[in-house]
C-alpha cells in the first residue's frame, strides 16, 4: 500500500504570495489533517477534513484554508504568505481519525523570502 | 492552557540506559493518548497509544508508556536505549470532549550516545 503522498516537497514564495499544497491519503482512509511544524512552535494542528467536511480547526487565521475532495485527496491553500508562514506543513490520513493512529507524510517544506 | 505539555526540549541518555521521556496533559475526561517519533528529514510514525485499559502500553521497537490519570501523565519509556533511538518524540492527545481535536506537544528531542 502505498503511504501518504504530500507534492510538492519543497515550494519557496515570496510574501503577499499564495500557495496550495497537496495531500493524497493512503488508499481507503477519509479523514485527512493538517500540521505546522516550526522549531519555535512545535507542531500545531491546523484542521481536519472528513469525507469532503471540514470536522476539526486549530487556531489559526482564515489565510489558511483546505478542502477535502470525493477521492479524499487533500489540499491546503494558505494566502497573502508572510514571513511567519515558513514551515515544514505535515499531513495525515486515518480511517476515520477518531482514536486511531495517524499516518503521516514527508511533508512540504514552504520557505517565505 | 497548554494541552499537552512536554516539559524537556533534550533529554541525554548512554546507549544501554533506561530512558524517559515526559508527557502531561491537560484535556478532561478520558482522552485518547498517543507517542509518535520523527526522524531527520522525515515524517513522523507512530509509536504507541494508549485508549482504554491496561495503563502500561507496549509500543513499536521497544518503548512503552505508562498512563497516570491522577497524573495526567503519559511517560514514554525503555529499558535499554539504543543509539538509533536519537530523534525527536511528540506526545499527542485526542480530545474527545473538544471535537476530537488533536494537540501535539512541542517534542523532544532524544540523544543516546554509545
Known amino acids: 500500500k502505498a503511504g501518504v503522498t504530500q507534492t510538492p516537497r519543497y515550494l519557496i514564495k515570496t510574501r503577499g504570495q499564495q500557495v496550495t499544497l497537496s495531500c493524497s491519503p493512503i488508499?481507503?482512509?477519509?479523514?485527512v489533517s493538517w500540521y505546522q511544524q516550526t522549531p519555535g512552535q512545535g507542531l500545531q494542528f491546523l484542521f481536519e477534513?472528513?469525507?469532503?467536511?471540514?470536522?476539526n480547526k486549530g487556531n489559526f487565521p482564515g489565510r489558511f484554508s483546505g478542502r477535502q475532495f470525493s477521492n479524499s485527496r487533500s489540499e491546503m491553500n494558505v494566502s497573502t504568505l508572510e514571513l511567519g508562514d515558513s514551515a515544514l506543513y505535515l499531513c495525515?490520513?486515518?480511517?476515520?481519525?477518531?482514536?486511531?493512529?495517524?499516518?503521516f507524510g514527508s511533508g512540504t517544506q514552504l520557505s517565505v523570502l | 492552557a497548554q494541552s499537552v505539555a512536554q516539559p524537556e526540549d533534550q533529554v541525554n541518555v548512554a546507549e544501554g540506559n533506561p530512558l524517559t521521556v515526559k508527557c502531561t496533559y491537560s484535556?478532561?475526561?478520558?482522552?485518547?493518548l498517543f507517542w509518535y517519533v520523527q526522524y531527520p528529514n522525515r515524517g513522523l510514525q507512530f509509536l504507541l497509544k494508549?485508549?482504554?485499559?491496561?495503563?502500561l502500553v507496549k509500543g513499536s521497537y521497544g518503548f512503552e508508556a505508562e498512563f497516570n490519570k491522577s497524573q495526567t501523565s503519559f511517560h514514554l519509556k525503555k529499558p535499554s536505549a539504543l543509539v538509533s533511538d536519537s530523534a525527536l518524540y511528540f506526545c499527542?492527545?485526542?480530545?474527545?470532549?473538544?471535537?476530537?481535536?488533536?494537540?501535539f506537544g512541542s517534542g523532544t528531542k532524544l540523544n543516546v550516545k554509545p
Open positions: 484535556v478532561s475526561g478520558n482522552p485518547y
Open positions: 495525515a490520513s486515518s480511517l476515520t481519525g477518531l482514536g486511531e493512529k495517524l499516518f
Open positions: 477534513y472528513f469525507s469532503e467536511t471540514q470536522r
Open positions: 488508499s481507503g482512509h477519509r479523514s
Open positions: 494508549y485508549i482504554t485499559g491496561d495503563n
Open positions: 499527542a492527545v485526542r480530545d474527545k470532549n473538544n471535537f476530537n481535536k488533536f494537540y
